[in-house]
């Protein structure tokens, strides 16, 4: 079955750092287009990080400078590395693959930027 599994979400203090990671399975994880998006508490969901479909990033601007977004296909595993975190990047994380009109989420990790 399909399953995505996200992992890597905390507390950190703000200026610190988390790397989340997406483990994919139960289908042809190369094939898809992947993406973190993030929603928090009484917010819609906002895309935080895709790869384009000419191989290439691109980010909210929110984010751009801090985050970075990248794949392992060898091991069906997207990360989303976040540096110089902010109070205003507390949400709940989510992992999403793409492939035509075949759209699958993860469960979500929490990630809380607090001193």
């Known amino acids: 079955q399909v399953q995505l599994v996200e992992s890597g979400g905390g507390l950190v203090q703000p200026g610190g750092s988390l790397r989340l990671s997406c483990a994919a399975s139960?289908?042809?994880?190369?094939?898809?287009?992947m993406s973190w998006y993030r929603q928090a508490s009484g917010k819609q969901r906002e895309l935080v990080a895709t790869f384009t479909s000419g191989g290439g990033t691109n980010y909210a601007n929110s984010v751009k400078g801090r985050f970075t977004i990248s794949r392992d296909n060898a091991k069906n595993t997207v990360y989303l590395q976040m540096n110089s975190l902010k109070p205003e990047d507390t949400a709940v994380y989510y992992c999403n693959a793409v492939y035509t009109i075949t759209n699958y989420w993860g469960q979500g990790t929490q990630v809380t930027v607090s001193s």
């Open positions: 139960g289908f042809t994880f190369s094939s898809y287009a």
